[in-house]
């Protein structure tokens, strides 16, 4: 019944950020007017005033995308431009324009004047703008600097030419949603909710737009319901710009319970917060919150204090004709139900970061997400500044969502290559570590995930050993493999220099890659990890040899394949190109289900 009721939300109704929803939302996708820039000279000719006439591309397909084919001439600066009506209504309100993702600086103009720029090419970012007079229509131009040099934070994109080894096709301009809410002069700018099961309670913190002469006569209700029911109402009156407030969820009523956010049981409580002045209502935001509480305890992991075994799934969010844009909101859907008919718990969204809607979808359907910081490979006092910032932002994004449970950093070292030995790479990613607890304490951070770790609440390692009784072999003795070089396939010891074992639960967050296709037209250039399975027969065995090496160790808390689904020339997907099964999802379910099946699992 939830698949049914999630698929009609999502192909009708779904808002373009769910965590935080005004019912007048109107989404600008589809078709943009459209400028190469190879020279860089739309500034200079003032295009942001007058728009080159005659090409148009799909937002929020990018230029390089199948889906925007008839784009040849690839330019590393482009504009778009699309005008918007405006009903009497919206004439007379503030626009609040949302752009959640743009590579990498955005200047934005409104009617030909700039309203505001962005750097940062994965983070949200909104522009405010109120409509003078009786305009009908509002006229947006974009222009979008994507050079895509490496210190800057890239993920996976393709820093040279063509494409090589797994770093895959470039992404330019807009690549998430583009959308409209319209507001008073007085609304809720943002929330953050903290929730606290041993106490029944969350903290909510919330930012409003409210000038200083209006504070005493504004006020902000919360009311929070459980399954359409409602559980308590606070209202804080004589608002200031920052409000912080503790709302009590549980109770003492007969048969009360409090309702925890599980992968298997994903209760969600919904809040609507009613932003009044002298009880006029300027704004109303509806929210939601998961009860949920991830921690350590004796080398384990725990969710809501019990032990979590993880069987994650590695995800880089490629799609065959979309690139890093998922084809639309019931393509994300889809991966979720597969991964979740596979038997697996989680993800991890590797180099890229998931889209409002498909963040919603994990909290709602129940499955548990790392965020991770997309690499810049050059390291210096610019990348340094560049990739702090977009991190705050990708903090910030994943905050309110009970499905996202521990940060990823770095990834082996990348853009930090001598962090093994060189202090200043060191003190880097351990400012980062500290920065991302001041931000965010409640869940757990990956300081540099696969290897060379410095400050980390888990002991991650990433193995391409192709062979599960190698891979066995290897992670026999936890005295050795810790404070070693385990996996033969790096050479790489675990920690830094300076840095030890500590005691923290030890999680294999890579490995398995094991190439194949079934598809015709494979290329040479095809790869995986190892060498290649000559049948689908062989392929699957060794898939199973590994995963069984892996769960039958008693060191691991949890383990992260590699990977959901094939991403151009990388064929190691569990699922093909097309995000098809490669093999049978049951076969996979009863796999990952030979073990660790108390708790969290799908059965």
């Given amino acids: 019944m939830m698949k049914l009721d999630i698929a009609q939300e999502v192909g009708?109704?779904?808002?373009?950020?769910?965590?935080?929803?005004?019912?007048?939302?109107?989404?600008?996708?589809?078709?943009?007017?459209?400028?190469?820039?190879?020279?860089n000279e739309g500034i200079k000719k003032g295009w942001f005033k007058e728009f080159p006439a005659g090409d148009s591309i799909d937002v929020p397909y990018v230029q390089e995308s199948d889906r925007n084919s008839t784009h040849t001439e690839y330019a590393s600066v482009v504009w778009y431009e699309k005008e918007v009506s405006l009903d009497e209504e919206q004439k007379n309100k503030t626009i609040l324009l949302h752009f959640e993702a743009v590579d990498y600086k955005t200047t934005v103009w409104i009617n030909g004047f700039q309203a505001g720029e962005h750097?940062?090419?994965?983070?949200?970012?909104?522009?405010?703008?109120?409509?003078?007079?009786?305009?009908?229509?509002?006229?947006?131009?974009?222009?979008?600097?994507?050079f895509n040099t490496t210190d800057q934070p890239v993920g996976k994109q393709s820093w040279k030419e063509d494409n090589f080894l797994c770093w895959y096709s470039r992404t330019t301009g807009i690549w998430q949603t583009v959308w409209m809410e319209f507001v008073n002069d007085f609304y809720l700018e943002s929330v953050q909710m903290t929730p606290d099961i041993d106490t029944g309670q969350v903290i909510v913190e919330a930012f409003c737009r409210i000038p200083e002469q209006f504070q005493k006569r504004t006020s902000l209700t919360m009311t929070v319901y459980l399954h359409g029911k409602q559980i308590t109402e606070v209202t804080v009156n004589h608002l200031s710009p920052y409000t912080k407030t503790?709302?009590?969820?549980?109770?003492?009523?007969?048969?009360?319970?409090?309702?925890?956010?599980?992968?298997?049981?994903?209760?969600?409580?919904?809040?609507?917060?009613?932003?009044?002045?002298?009880?006029?209502?300027?704004?109303?935001?509806?929210?939601?919150?998961?009860?949920?509480?991830?921690?350590?305890?004796?080398?384990?992991?725990?969710?809501?204090?019990?032990?979590f075994y993880q069987k994650l799934i590695l995800d880089q969010g490629y799609y065959k004709d979309t690139l890093m844009t998922a084809p639309d909101a019931s393509a994300e859907l889809e991966d979720i139900e597969k991964i979740k008919a596979m038997g697996f718990n989680g993800l991890r969204k590797h180099q890229t970061v998931g889209t409002h809607r498909f963040l919603?979808?994990?909290?709602?359907?129940?499955?548990?997400?790392?965020?991770?910081?997309?690499?810049?490979?050059?390291f210096h006092s610019g990348s340094i500044g560049r990739a702090s910032s977009e991190w705050q932002e990708i903090i910030q994004k994943h905050y309110n969502h009970p499905s996202t449970i521990i940060y990823t950093i770095m990834n082996e070292s990348w853009g930090v290559n001598e962090v093994y030995s060189n202090k200043q790479q060191q003190h880097f990613v351990d400012a980062l570590y500290s920065l991302t607890k001041a931000l965010d304490p409640m869940r757990l951070v990956i300081g540099n995930d696969g290897w060379e770790q410095t400050k980390t609440d888990i002991l991650t390692i990433h193995d391409y050993t192709q062979d599960g009784g190698k891979l066995s072999e290897a992670y026999r003795s936890k005295e050795h493999f810790v404070n070693g070089a385990p996996a033969k396939t790096s050479n790489k010891y675990t920690y830094a220099q300076g840095y030890k074992y500590e005691g923290q639960p030890v999680l294999l967050s890579e490995f398995g890659g094991v190439a194949f296709t079934e598809q015709t037209g494979s290329q040479e250039e095809d790869w995986g990890y190892g060498d290649r399975p000559e049948s689908k027969e062989e392929a699957w065995e060794r898939i199973s040899a590994l995963i069984t090496a892996v769960m039958d160790n008693e060191h691991f808390c949890g383990f992260c394949y590699t990977q959901l689904s094939d991403v151009q020339q990388e064929v190691n997907g569990l699922l093909t190109h097309d995000h098809d099964y490669k093999f049978d999802p049951e076969k996979v379910r009863k796999l990952l289900n030979q073990k660790h099946t108390r708790g969290f699992i799908f059965e």
């Avoid at 009708?12 to 020279?39: I, M, Y």
């Avoid at 549980?250 to 994903?266: I, N």
């Avoid at 979808?361 to 810049?376: H, I, N």
């Fill in 246 to 307: 503790t709302l009590t969820v549980d109770s003492d009523f007969p048969d009360f319970r409090l309702a925890y956010w599980t992968p298997e049981s994903p209760e969600l409580y919904d809040i609507i917060f009613t932003l009044e002045t002298d009880g006029e209502v300027e704004d109303t935001v509806a929210s939601y919150f998961g009860m949920r509480k991830v921690s350590v305890k004796d080398n384990e992991i725990l969710l809501n204090n019990e032990k």
């Fill in 119 to 146: 750097e940062g090419g994965h983070t949200p970012f909104k522009i405010s703008y109120k409509p003078e007079g009786n305009e009908e229509n509002v006229t947006v131009t974009v222009r979008a600097e994507d």
């Fill in 12 to 39: 009708q109704t779904l808002s373009p950020n769910p965590q935080f929803n005004r019912n007048n939302w109107l989404e600008l996708q589809g078709e943009w007017r459209f400028a190469a820039d190879p020279e």
């Fill in 360 to 378: 919603y979808l994990c909290d709602k359907l129940g499955l548990v997400t790392w965020a991770e910081m997309p690499s810049f490979y050059k």
